[in-house]
């Protein structure tokens, strides 16, 4: 019954793309490209990187404002990729206790960089180029560290994929947000897990091989098969 779900999940995916094509594709080039200007800005200026970056990653939430604006209200505008600004400040709410979370499961590796680079002043840059020359080797603690953190990150991932779905578009309280994702990734943990690793796999591997065109295909499809994910749930199919 699962497996059934799943699949009609994603037909209705490639089906939408199908018809909304002429709106998805142009938008994901767009998104694409800024993301692009934040590595080329990033060269010279961190700060300036940053502030581009936190105005431009909330747009990645807009594939899926734009299915529920269709789903819900027939409204097939490009505005409806911009309206996720009308609520920016509880986007950022979210991602802000996501972040956190996050934060607290990197925080072993944290120290133990911290720890590694004090021998140089907690300089990365140093580090790092004294790592590449191999005039000093990090010890067994930084990578036994940086295995666990990064592990503990990607297993805890799929409780934290929905928050922003239940809050932003049935504007329930973050708490219950959070419930609520918790509970969807409960159920349906490997298959979010699978999902995920399928995630970075087309996104490091293939968009490079691509030239970054598989990313622009790639982006939206994967916000709007977990749209319908959410959609499954909130209609009672998951």
């Known amino acids: 019954m ?3 779900i799943y699949k009609d999940v994603l037909m209705r995916t490639i089906h939408f793309m199908r018809l909304h094509y002429l ?3 142009p938008f994901s080039f767009i998104l694409f490209v800024l993301l692009l200007l934040v590595g080329f800005v990033s060269v010279t200026s961190n700060k300036l990187s940053i502030l581009i970056l936190a105005m431009v990653s909330p747009l990645s939430f807009s594939f899926s404002i734009y299915v529920h604006r269709i789903e819900y209200f027939g409204e097939n505008t490009w505005k409806n990729f911009i309206n996720i600004y009308a609520d920016i400040a509880r986007f950022y709410k979210v991602q802000g206790i996501k972040s956190f979370m996050f934060l607290l ?6 120290i133990a960089l911290q720890i590694e680079t004090a021998a140089f002043g907690f300089d990365l840059n140093l580090f790092y180029l004294a790592e590449k020359t191999g005039s000093y080797l990090p ?3 930084l990578y036994l560290c940086t295995f666990f953190s990064v592990t503990l990150t990607m297993l805890c991932y799929p409780f934290v994929i929905f928050p922003e779905y239940f809050y932003l578009l049935e504007k329930v309280d973050v708490k219950t947000a959070f419930k609520k994702s918790f509970d969807l990734a409960k159920r349906n943990y490997f298959t979010f897990l699978f999902l995920m690793v399928i995630q970075i796999i ?4 293939g968009s490079f091989l691509s030239c970054g065109f598989l990313f622009v ?3 939206p499809f994967f916000s709007i098969l977990t749209y319908f994910i959410y959609s499954s749930h909130t209609s009672g199919e998951l």
């Open 202 to 205: 087309v996104f490091s591997v």
């Open 139 to 141: 010890s067994p603690y």
């Open 23 to 25: 709106h998805l594709i």
């Open 217 to 219: 295909l790639a982006l």
């Open 2 to 4: 699962e497996l059934k």
């Open 105 to 110: 499961a990197l925080l072993p590796m944290i």
